[in-house]
């Protein structure tokens, strides 16, 4: 595939999770997985890694992915989206010569990352008019029969009338799965949205699992151990 470019953002100060995105996960750094996975599709002609920490970056090289610049210390804090980022290091490979059509931005926090369904968003984003093509899954609960805590320490429904509705009567809703984000580029490179802009890759829920915390990584180590066993990854 010619004019497609990975970007795996990583930044290294990760405070929930110190060091997360090179943390060994199953016995390989956690970025390894994004690296490997976008390497063997054989869908980019370049995966690169933007960060702003030298560790990072030197075991993103020994993992196949090349880091053609650092990424600058204002796009490095908590504040900085991830299409800040994109858009930075989108800029950067112009200005160096590069001419995309596609970029696909990859979580340096997702082993669960699968070929098939990258190139399901590559194929069905170049045979649309749509913007953007990204991974989702459903949610596991009508978020329709959802409710908040008040400051009182009461229950109070965000949509009360549902509350004597079947689940089965209920839309399906879907999340963000945290994987990856397919876009054409363009001029103005725009942040990820969920609009009519964007093509929806649906993931089963067996293969998300957030990590943000130390309680989601054991709970993703284990998940992977038994898929693993499985041949599901």
Not at 24 to 52: C, E, M
Not at 132 to 140: E, Q
Not at 172 to 198: C, L, N, P, R
Request: hydrophobic share 40%; glycine share 4%.
């Amino acid at each position: 595939m010619k004019n497609a470019i990975a970007i795996i953002p990583a930044r290294g100060g990760s405070k929930r999770i110190p060091r997360k995105n090179i943390k060994l996960f199953q016995g390989k750094p956690l970025i390894a997985y994004s690296i490997q996975t976008a390497l063997t599709s054989k869908l980019f002609n370049r995966v690169i890694v933007s960060t702003d920490d030298a560790e990072i970056a030197k075991i993103a090289q020994e993992y196949g992915a090349e880091v053609p610049f650092m990424r600058s210390n204002k796009l490095a804090d908590d504040f900085s989206s991830s299409g800040d980022v994109v858009a930075d290091a989108i800029k950067k490979l112009q200005e160096m010569g590069e001419k995309l059509e596609y970029v696909c931005t990859l979580y340096a926090t997702a082993p669960f990352i699968q070929e098939k369904y990258l190139k399901e968003g590559l194929s069905k984003l170049q045979n649309s008019d749509a913007r953007m093509a990204f991974s989702v899954t459903s949610m596991p609960f009508p978020i329709q029969r959802t409710f908040k805590i008040t400051p009182n320490e009461r229950c109070q429904m965000f949509t009360p009338h549902n509350f004597l509705s079947r689940s089965q009567d209920l839309e399906e809703a879907y999340q963000d799965a945290g994987q990856f984000y397919w876009e054409k580029v363009q001029q103005e490179v725009k942040d990820i949205t969920f609009g009519s802009e964007s093509i929806p890759i649906v993931l089963p829920r067996y293969l998300v699992q957030d990590i943000d915390t130390p309680e989601d990584w054991e709970i993703a180590e284990i998940l992977y151990e038994v898929l693993e066993k499985k041949a599901l990854v």
